[in-house]
Structures are given as C-alpha cells and as structure tokens.
C-alpha cells in the first residue's frame, strides 16, 4: 500500500528565510506527486504536481518541488518565505490506474516576522 | 467559475439524527470523492465515484453512504449521526482514473459537529 510521510507536524521559519518542508512516499513505481496548500477555514489549492518529465517542478507563490526517485522524495522549496505562506501544507501521491489519492498528514508551516 | 460548491458550510446535528452533505461541480469531472479531515491525521478518503452511476468505498467508509446519480452532484449521507462524525467534510472532483491523471479540485469543506 502506498503511504506517505511529511517529516515534522510543525515548521517555523522567519520571514525571509528559506522554506523546506519534506515529503517521502513508498511505491514500487513512480507515482505522480503533489502538494497543496490550506489556508485557514479554506479547501485545498494545488502548488504544484509532478506526473512525467522535468524532476524539479515549479509552482504558484514561487515554491518548487524535486522528484527524487532514488531517496523516493518530494520536499517543497522556497528561497524568501513570506508572511503569507503561513498555513498547512499536504503532500500527495496517485498512480495511473485504479488508485485514489493518498495524503500525508500535512505540514503547519509558521512564518516569523 | 464556482468549481464545486458543498452545502451546508456547517452543521450541529443531534446524535442518532440523518444528514446530507451536498455536493456538486461544474467542471464535467469524471471522478468525484469524499474526504474527511481531522487534527493530526489528515485527509482520510471515505467514498469515491470514478463516473456517474458507479461508487466505491475509502480508507473509512462505515457510517457513509454516497450516491451518483449524474456528473455533478456527490451527496454524502450519514444515516444515523455519532459523535466520532465530528469533522471537516471536503467534496472533491478530478477528470478521471488512468493515463489522464488530473489533480485533485476541493470544495471550501462543510464543518459538521454531532453532538
């Protein structure tokens, strides 16, 4: 069964300061990826999705993504946090057939003025 | 665009009471689905339907009942309310299953307490 693990149920950083927040799945084949992002008292938005060619993908409010077969990763990637980045974010996995998407347990990211 | 509209937004039930979550989009997707989030679990699928007319259960399916009688609309029906129901309810839509793999699009969620 696929799952998916998101290292840290809490990250903080300051304004301005790089953003990492990881993800890594089990699969015996490569699946498609995503994160999203939710604001509070909101739905899920898409940042951004890997399915097939270019292993770094980039997304909305400048976050970028790195599909790494070998370490079966997707950590999410921003230079300059803002204060706006301030919310949970989820990372996802789907196979081509049959399969339904697959949650990890989210990342409440804090951003520090 | 309105995407996928749920109603209610919330909800306080009584206990041993029937309730029905709506949900419909206006995006022609195939696939539609039933989530549930809770602190420190996440999302946890608890129905599907991969095209009209057909359903299929998820990860925690006991208590729910889901229909889909046409593309747009994905009702979620809790017959006999319990508290462990307590939760946020999010509906949402995807083109379909196979090669044509979309993401996922999310409704605003339904907050359901049952007291």
Known sequence: ?113 | IAGITQAPTSQILAAGRRMTLRCTQDMRHNAMYWYRQDLGLGLRLIHYSNTAGTTGKGEVPDGYSVSRANTDDFPLTLASAVPSQTSVYFCASSIGQGINTGELFFGEGSRLTVL
């Open chain 1, 1 to 113: 069964a696929q799952s998916v693990t998101q290292l840290g149920s809490h990250v903080s950083v300051s304004e301005g300061a790089l953003v990492l927040l990881r993800c890594n799945y089990s699969s015996s084949v490569p699946p498609y990826l995503f994160w999203y992002v939710q604001y509070p008292n909101q739905g899920l938005q898409l940042l951004l999705k890997y399915t097939t060619g270019a292993t770094l993908v980039k997304g909305i409010n400048g976050f970028e993504a790195e599909f790494k077969k070998s370490e079966t990763s997707f950590h999410l990637t921003k230079p300059s946090a803002h204060m706006s980045d301030a919310a949970e974010y989820f990372c996802a996995v789907r196979h081509n057939y049959g399969q339904n998407f697959v949650f990890g347990p989210g990342t409440r990211l804090s951003v520090l003025p």
